[in-house]
């Protein structure tokens, strides 16, 4: 879902030198905040994606879910002296070959490894038509002709990705890439990149089974990979912060943007700014516990509304109600659109998947703080889990809570299982539903996010009417929803509080 921008906007994590100091205190046991100054606080949704919104502003992260961009362990890395040697064998300090555009030109220049960690992931081999081949996560990104390229497609959305005979650039291996003891030197520093060989790509095949698999970060923010320019993840912005997973690392270890708010005000007083919908929550969540010791969103919320940019919101988090004069203001001067996300409402279930959440009372207890204030707020339903919260008494006393908190509009998903997610989850099932498991691995087997469509079918059958039922549709506002959106991002905001229906925005689980 982020693109290029957005690792822009953690300096730091490429090269450390934008780290303030990393926190860790009583009154947020078990959380360490990593803080950072940040470039930029507008980040552009790609442009393939089917979100209902152009740029989003993400205050805070951990390590993001999307972050897999990962190469195989044998992966032959280009070297500052010549030669190549295996990705496993590199360290942080070891300097490489990576690029840069030079006025016209891209070349080849020196560059120094800043970080390096491991995972474990689904991944693909690729192959091209000069012999080499490279095993790379979905996410991994080639330079080819026509730019930066993904290995495979998004799960949700659309993004760039490689598919037969788009070619990539560089030198290739020529089917070399796999044999480790290639030792002699290529003297191309300087050289601009000219690509020879055919590099084209004549199969992309999934792996069975997870990988495992290597990533560096570089100063250039490339290396070359098995002959092929090959693009890094964003480097966390410390060494204590290079091995973070979909886990307990997402919750616990916190980048915070520091300076986001003054970063922000800077970028809507560009001429070119055109007010566009920012929206907020939609890869982590901005009401988070951080927030409760740096106060970020207020600055925020100021910075767009004065600068007549409207906005939406979704959180899980109740700190949304310290907030709640704020928006008020905000939204007497931009479409202001809120959402809560409340997926579980069995207490048991709720403590045991979501340990670090509000409670769904206390979430039920904002929606309603924020109805009283004049706001339309939708409940994002979402996800329903199979065999946990899809059967009919489960929707049905979700619904009924909902509506008495005040909501105009539900919005609800089956459980989607991302890359960096599935592990974890299907480990914690294994301890809370053991009996479960083979079903969910029939549901999601291998590499499969979604739940097979005959199931999302089964389920819409069941909760459309229900939703209906209890007047919680929007006034089947879908289709003229989606138009508005359109229009907003192009519309000077009106003077007048924004109490329609909210942006169906994803919280990414």
């Known amino acids: 879902m982020l693109g290029d921008k957005d690792a822009a906007a953690l300096p730091g994590l490429e090269d450390r030198t934008g780290v303030l100091r990393t926190v860790t205190t009583p009154e947020f046991a078990g959380m360490t905040f990593h803080e950072v100054l940040s470039k930029s606080a507008l980040n552009r949704v790609p442009g393939g994606s089917r979100m209902p919104f152009t740029w989003t502003i993400n205050p805070y992260r951990g390590c993001s879910h999307a972050c897999v961009y990962c190469l195989s362990a044998d992966t032959m890395i280009l070297c500052a002296d010549g030669r190549q040697r295996p990705l496993g064998d590199l360290e942080i300090g070891d300097e490489i070959i990576g690029t840069e555009v030079q006025g016209v030109y891209r070349r080849y220049v020196r560059t120094t490894i800043t970080a ?89 095949t999934p792996l069975d089974g997870d990988q495992d698999l290597l990533d560096i970060t570089t100063g250039t923010g490339d290396f070359i990979a098995n002959g092929v320019i090959s693009h890094n993840c964003f480097a966390r912005g410390t060494h204590e912060y290079l091995d973070l997973d979909g886990g307990a690392d997402f919750d616990s270890q916190i980048v915070v943007k520091v300076n986001v708010a003054e970063v922000l005000e800077r970028e809507l007083r560009r001429g070119s700014w055109e007010h566009e919908l920012v929206a907020l929550g939609t890869n982590t969540d901005p009401y988070q516990r951080a927030e409760g010791r740096y106060r970020l969103m207020p600055g925020i919320i100021e910075a767009l509304a004065a600068s007549g940019t409207p906005m939406s919101i979704l959180t899980k988090g109740t700190l949304i109600r310290r907030d709640i004069p704020l928006l008020v203001r905000a939204a007497q001067r931009v479409p202001v659109d809120i959402q809560m996300s409340i997926a579980m409402y069995d207490d048991e279930l709720q403590k045991a998947i979501e340990p670090g959440a509000p409670t769904t009372q206390a979430r039920l207890d904002t929606v309603r703080a924020l109805t009283d204030a004049g706001f339309g707020v939708t409940v994002f339903l979402m996800p329903i889990l199979p065999h946990l919260t899809d059967s009919v008494d489960a929707i049905t006393a979700a619904l009924e809570r909902i509506k008495a908190a005040g909501a105009v509009r539900v919005i609800y998903g089956s459980l989607h299982l991302r890359p960096g997610v599935k592990p974890w989850f299907l480990q914690w099932l294994g301890g809370f539903r053991p009996d479960l498991l083979s079903s969910y691995r029939g549901l999601y087997p291998g590499v499969s996010a979604e739940a097979p469509k005959p199931y999302r079918q089964w389920l819409a059958k069941r909760v459309r009417p229900l939703i209906r039922m209890h007047g919680l549709d929007g006034r089947d506002e879908e289709d003229s929803y989606r138009a508005s959106v359109r229009g907003m991002r192009r519309m000077p905001a009106p003077a007048a509080p924004a109490t329609a229906s909210a942006p169906a925005q994803p919280m990414l689980f």
């Open 116 to 204: 390096k960690w491991n995972t474990r992931k689904p991944a693909y081999r690729v192959t091209l038509a000069d012999g080499t081949r490279i095993t790379a996560s979905g996410d991994h990104r080639f330079l080819t002709d026509r730019g930066w390229k993904h290995v495979a497609d998004a799960e949700t959305g659309r993004r760039p990705h490689l598919t037969l005979n788009n070619r990539l650039m560089g030198f290739g291996t020529g089917g070399d890439a796999v044999r480790p003891a290639i030792t002699r030197k290529m003297s191309i520093e300087g050289s601009a990149v000219k690509t020879v060989a055919d590099l084209r790509v004549v199969e992309i």
